[in-house]
């Protein structure tokens, strides 16, 4: 609680050093627009921001972080200032600078230094704090309204370190922008510059399947609505179940949400590990990873209602596809307007909700003619290893459902959009 008083206090304080808090306007305040596109080769999100850069987005990102343009101005801060102390208070695992780095004594005149890091390599190096903009649309959650222009605080390395830290991301990225509910991620950042509160700070997701479509969309400032083409006339948001997110560890950033039990096609998998394991969402994982103890008896569950329910299924088995481990000819398996028809799964979410997975978020073409199951076991972990997750929910498993990250509630909501719409249906003319 004190620490939840603590991030407030640090969050309207940067609203300050931003200088944002600008008297009401008569202009309603609107959320921000932006198109999301996932990137083939790596499975990862990304939003524009300069020049036709990118920033890549990441649920557990606490920072937004660039490579320093050209004409950045570098924030004027003391690494005692409180808006510093944020931008360092989720040092991340593995990262060894930022430990060796950050020490910063009381009294100290030494400028603010961050550490932003690239979570897929886990590398990270120093950078500093710099004002920066982009442009964006603001929306009524049917079009494009007006394009305004975001402020914000961006952690911004130097020209020397940008080949490391982007290495692995998609092509054409410039950097990250973190999703998290911390007053330096983009959310509240873009509700401070859109005078909307950031401490009641919602997004939504909706994240797209491929490139082909078109790309999804990302709410920001707001957690809605959301219209899209071809569905009903309604605001999808209406239709949200919703799961408590819960805080685990005080200095992860990460969207813990907890899952009471999974099961396929209603049976429940017999496994212990949910009771007591965390179930974090993770836009950085392409499919869901489950704990060893987690995904054995889950795999082997899939594969025996799978095979009541096509009698020839075993015979359609094929030799698995890295990292998969059940795989099945494509042909054997029917088709249906979500996806391949195979047991449901289904996650009972606390509070009630079900997050069911049909054959379009549960089974994956790796190559022609083979299917397969698309949760894998997570590497490099012990069955039952408590300091780790027992589920992480990757994209491939969040694409078309609409997400609403609740940073006031604390709560997440979540649904599955019908057949009849997908999440690259936003309509993306400017009205007016
Ligand atoms: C804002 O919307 C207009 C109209 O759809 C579009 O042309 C423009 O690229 C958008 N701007 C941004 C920054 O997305
Ligand atoms: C998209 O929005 C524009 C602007 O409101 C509208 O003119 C157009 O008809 C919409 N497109 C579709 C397919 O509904």
Redesign the pocket.
């Known amino acids: 609680m004190a620490r939840a008083r603590l991030l407030l206090v640090l969050a309207v304080s940067l609203l300050l050093v931003l200088g944002l808090a600008r008297p009401a306007s008569c202009e309603p305040h609107l959320p921000v627009v ?2 999301v596109t996932k990137d083939t080769q790596t499975s990862l999100y990304t939003i ?1 921001f300069h020049d036709g850069a990118t920033l890549v987005l990441d649920t557990a990102g606490p920072l937004v972080w660039t490579t320093c343009q050209p004409d950045h101005i570098p924030a004027a801060l003391a690494c005692t200032s409180p808006t510093c102390k944020l931008a360092n208070a989720f040092p991340f695992p593995g990262c060894r600078a930022s430990s060796s780095g950050s020490s910063c004594p009381a009294n100290s005149h030494d400028k603010c230094t961050v550490y932003p890091c690239n979570p897929v390599t886990v590398a990270c190096a120093p950078g500093d704090l710099s004002h920066t903009r982009f ?3 603001t929306t009524d959650g049917r079009n ?1 309204v007006r ?1 305004v222009s975001v402020k914000a605080l961006a952690a911004c390395i130097s020209p020397r370190d940008d080949k490391m830290l982007l290495e692995k991301l998609p092509v054409g990225s410039a950097g990250m922008a973190g999703l998290a509910g911390t007053g330096l991620a983009l959310p509240a950042q873009v509700a401070a510059s859109q005078g909307l509160p950031a401490d009641k700070a919602k997004f939504l997701l909706c994240l797209p399947r491929g490139s082909a479509g078109g790309p999804g969309v990302a709410i920001l400032g707001s957690g809605g609505p959301l219209y899209l083409l071809a569905g009903q006339p309604e605001d999808y948001t209406r239709s949200l179940q919703y799961t408590p997110l819960v805080v685990t560890r005080k200095d992860h950033p990460s969207y813990y949400v907890s899952v009471k039990s999974i099961a396929v096609d209603n049976a429940a998998v017999p496994e212990k590990a949910l009771a007591t394991g965390r179930v974090v969402l993770c836009t950085r994982t392409p499919y869901t990873l489950l704990r060893r103890d987690v995904y054995r008896p889950f795999a082997a569950a899939f594969e025996a209602a799978l095979a009541k329910q096509i009698p020839r299924a075993k015979k359609t088995k094929k030799p698995p596809v890295k990292p998969f481990t059940l795989c099945y000819e494509a042909a054997s398996l029917a088709n249906t307007l979500s996806g391949y028809l195979v047991p449901t799964v289904t996650l009972a979410m606390e509070g009630g909700g079900k997050w069911a997975l049909a054959g379009s978020n549960s089974m994956v073409d790796v190559k022609p003619g083979t299917a397969c199951l698309a949760f894998v076991e997570m590497p490099g972990v012990k069955a039952g290893d408590g300091s780790a997750p027992a589920v992480i929910v990757g994209g491939f498993q969040m694409e078309n459902f609409v997400l609403q990250f609740d940073l006031e509630k604390k709560r997440l909501g979540f649904f599955r959009l019908p057949v009849s719409t997908q999440c690259s249906r936003f309509n ?3 009205t007016g």
């Open positions: 932006v198109p524009p442009v964006a649309n494009p394009q993306f003319t400017r």
